[in-house]
């Protein structure tokens, strides 16, 4: 008896296991607060620039609509038109508008859909200095080109007279992966520098001459963290989050400004008057005496036709909410909300969703 | 005693010790991880962490439970994927094989066990994300199967050809047949060592990355079903570890250190069967 | 066993119509069906392995196309104006495996000696436990330790200590700018590598005859100088076999890599210059890789990589099996 019982018992042993594991993997909701049976979930995926807010909304939005989850993955703006572009995702984020040519690959006709405003900012880790520097356009491009190397160059002590910047070699950080933040600093870094323009251009993802690459905002910000005498570009509520100093930067007008909510919306000002129909639009170095240059809308990228009936309706109330009420989680969060003329015309865009 | 043997002496002493530091060093490095995985990743390890969704990006207090929840349900998945394929080709390969089409099988399981788990990633993206237009657990777990079947099929054959002939012709006189005897009594005289080959396999893909960040994605809520895509702990853990936040760094030590913990308790119960099945003798 | 008594007692039968009624009784039986049944799952296998090299073939027909062979001699990875080349990983990829083996190799034959030769059977069996267990430690927890801990200390100690020492040679000749560049990749890798040097070098120094050594001890050799000028080199193939096995190891880890590369495209002699290796490059940006010619590259970059695996794969287990077949097991 005792024989058969032991040769059978690894026999019997695996089965239970084997059985809890089917009990546990369909249905989790035995681990977990039961959703309710018919929950819907949206996959999205895109820009790290607003994923702290986004990941609010959705979080927020969830709670509102318990059975309705939406899966932002926040895997870079070159993610995120990739793959609305493969159909892979129900919609995608970019702070870099898609191009003319991206959009002719579509096999959908894809809609952008401004969300908020953010800035870019320049980010520092240099030990012993914890004054706020001041950069001009000149000066960040000539870092980024790699022809100014170390911290006490006179392009960087000239605005910076009372900071003791070390003579130690600048470790410049950008990103790895296909970024709209990328693209809002190339961007701004084109109409600096006519070198910078024909030599690395503007895109999400360029050739960049010089640095380390980090993934994600949260990888460039991570980098600079850890690294002694980086200078990196992030979303402002990155640095902000993680009480890193960042520099102002010089707009068109001369006056340095440091980015906040007042200097974004004051870039934005200007634009709501030209917005072109399908909401791309660049606002770096924008005109006024307070506009922060390196300011940027970042957009949803929604498919014009979304063939199921269930998910078409949670995103064109989603975005209705998000573009309303959802905006009052922005301040928190570093963002500036959307001018409100901008708003009524997105709000007339969404009746394009078939 | 001639200065020359003096000297081939000291050499002699020289040379153990300093291999014996090698030996040593790489002791060492294992104990230093595990040691920095429970300093760091310590304090965070509740039952909070356990079973709780992640909280949105920069607020503290989340959890990694649909992150424990999706590796177990991508394992699962492999296990039923790659496990049959790997044991029943085993026993093809160890009982019936045809001498060429052998020789093909056990090359290109090669081959599929060289392949590295990005490339892997890349092909169940072609074959399996793009044509659902979807990312899921599905083609997670299909992924990791894939890897899992080489590896299966050699220890499964392996292990079936020690089973020692006599085994077999004992069974055929009695009458049986060959898949009787297969089946009846060379694969339980195998058994410890074909499952402790499939529990290695396991906890082998278990910390694989790279092919899930183009397959089963990521997810913040309970992935249901297979259709969805899911978060797994190796993924997380990269995720955090890269993100300047620190409360997620944590977090990200203490996922490395259940992790690591469930894969060296896998491989040290494996050897152990395994070790005292051999030196306590046949089956 | 009857079957054949039965075709005995009546040798007329016709051959192939004999050979039909044999097969339906030994299907009957279940043997055949045993046997196809077990062929289908062998040769899914086999369709797999062929279905991943179609497609991996398949989809690279762009840049295949375009580039041709000047993909492994361009420098450039530029998605802007849609110019990819290989070169800047193919370094990377060589350089960090280099710097791996370049450690391990001697670490690791080093504990494989003691292991197989020069300790008690005990010690040498419960240290070769611990080991096998670092080689199942997963990639992506070597990573943060190396973001975390290697990262720093390479920085803070070790590249100062090299640049002091040996600031003279080429490699170690640039500033040190983060730490996050190719040395600390190939310390990282060595880390992974070592364990299987010493596993398989030990179980190949273990299968080397055990009069080999007796020869050499009734010579009067000490202990090392019978290691050394005789088990060794008769096992030397073999050691090369785990080398080779460990460097196709190398080349495929993807996590640990690139989370302290650096994650920059370029070709630089010095070591303390970041770097990116093909795994790498495709892990950061397979997902948001836009176009086809960009997404086909970088198919184009794996499909490099995985036949650069079976090569070095298949050379390793041939030298494996001939050390394996030319002694016989101490065991």
Known sequence: ?354 | MSFRYAWRKFVNVVMLSLTGVCALSAVFVLIFILGNLVYYGGSNLNWAFLTRLPRPVGETGGGMGNAIVGSAKLLFLAAITGVPVGLIGGVYLAEYGGKTFSFLVRYTADLLNGVPSVVMGIFIYTVVVIPMKKFSALAGGLALGVMLMPIVLRSTEQFLRAVPGSLREGAMALGARKWRTVLTVVIPAAYKGIATGVLLSLARVAGETAPLIFTSFGNPFWSHGWNDPTDTLPVVIWRYALSPYDDWHRQAWAAGFILLGLVLLVNISAKLILSRGMSSGRA | ?331
């Open chain 1, 1 to 354: 008896m005792q024989r058969i019982f032991k040769s059978y018992a690894g026999y019997v042993l695996s089965l239970l296991v084997l059985g809890a594991g089917l009990i546990l993997v369909t249905r989790p909701s035995l681990t977990a607060p039961a959703p309710t049976p018919d929950n819907l979930q949206i996959t999205a995926a895109g820009a790290t620039f607003p994923f702290p807010i986004y990941s609010k909304w959705f979080d927020e939005y969830h709670k509102m609509h318990g059975d309705i989850e939406i899966n932002y993955q926040s895997i870079g703006s070159g993610g995120g038109i990739r793959q609305v572009l493969a159909g892979t995702v129900d919609f995608g984020a970019s702070d870099g508008p898609m191009s003319d040519e991206q959009l002719a690959q579509a096999k959908v006709k894809i809609l952008h859909f401004p969300t908020v405003l953010g800035a870019v900012v320049p980010t520092v880790n240099i030990p012993g200095v914890s004054a706020e520097l001041n950069f001009t356009p000149e000066a960040l491009a000539g870092i980024y080109l790699g022809k100014i190397t170390k911290w006490n160059d006179p392009a960087l002590t000239g605005p910076n007279p009372k900071a003791k910047l070390p003579a130690d070699e600048i470790v410049v950080v950008h990103r790895a992966d296909g970024s709209g933040t990328t693209y809002i600093w190339t961007d701004f870094l084109s109409k600096a520098s006519d070198e910078w323009k024909n030599k690395v251009g503007k895109g999400t993802s360029v050739n960049w001459p010089v640095g380390l690459g980090g993934k994600g905002n949260e990888g460039v910000t991570g980098q600079i963290k850890q690294t002694p005498n980086s200078i990196g570009y992030i979303e402002l509520i990155y640095a902000v989050q993680n009480n890193m100093p960042y520099g102002r930067v010089k707009n068109s007008s001369g006056a340095f400004i440091k980015a906040d909510l007042d200097a974004v919306t004051a870039a934005a000002a200007g634009a709501a008057k030209d917005m072109p129909a399908d909401f791309r639009v660049s606002i770096t170095n924008a005109p006024g005496k307070t506009a922060y240059p390196v300011s940027s809308f970042t957009w949803l990228l929604v498919p014009a036709k979304i063939d199921n009936a269930a998910k078409k309706k949670v995103i064109t109330d989603f975005l209705h909410w998000m573009m309303t009420d959802g905006q009052k989680f922005c301040n928190n969060l570093a963002y500036a909300e959307l001018p409100k003329p901008i708003v009524a015309k997105e709000l007339k865009a969404i009746s394009l969703i078939q």
């Open chain 3, 1 to 331: 066993m009857s079957s054949s008594v039965a075709t005995v007692s009546i040798p007329t039968r016709p051959a192939p119509v004999g050979r039909v009624r044999s097969f339906l009784r030994r299907l009957r039986s279940g043997d055949e069906i045993a046997h196809m049944f077990t062929f289908v799952f062998a040769a899914s296998i086999f369709l797999i392995t062929v279905l991943l090299v179609y497609e991996l073939y398949h989809n690279t027909a762009l840049p295949r196309h375009k580039f041709g062979w000047n993909f492994f001699t361009t420098q450039t990875w530029d998605p802007v104006f849609d110019n990819f080349g290989a070169l800047p990983f193919i370094y990377g990829t060589v350089v960090t495996s280099a710097i791996a083996l370049l450690i391990s190799v001697p670490l690791g034959v080093g504990a494989a000696i003691f292991l197989a030769e020069l300790a008690p059977r005990g010690i040498s069996d419960a240290l070769t436990f611990i080991i096998e267990l670092l080689a199942a430690v997963p990639s992506v927890i070597f990573g943060v330790i190396g973001v975390f801990v290697l990262v720093p200390i390479m920085r803070k100690y070790v590249e100062p200590f090299l640049k002091a020492t040996l600031g003279s040679l080429p490699i170690f000749k640039g500033p040190i700018i983060s730490g996050y560049d190719l040395l600390t990749a190939g310390v990282v890798l060595s880390i992974m590598v070592v364990p299987f040097i010493i596993s398989v070098s030990r179980e190949v120094l273990l299968a080397v005859p055990v009069d080999q050594r007796e020869a050499a001890l009734a010579l009067g050799a000490t202990r090392w100088e019978t290691t050394w000028k005789v088990v060794v080199p008769y096992a030397r193939i073999g050691i090369f076999g785990s080398v080779f096995l460990s460097m196709a190891r190398a080349l495929g880890e993807t996590m640990a890599v690139t989370m302290v590369i650096g994650n920059v495209v370029k070709i630089s002699t010095s070591l303390f210059m970041p770097g990116y290796t093909i795994a790498a490059v495709i892990a950061n940006e397979f997902t948001e890789a836009t176009g086809d010619l960009y997404t086909q590259s970088l198919i184009e970059l794996g499909l490099v990589l995985f036949l650069l695996t079976i090569i070095l794969n298949g050379m390793a287990r041939i030298m494996i099996l001939v050390t394996q077949g030319r002694g016989t097991s101490q065991e």
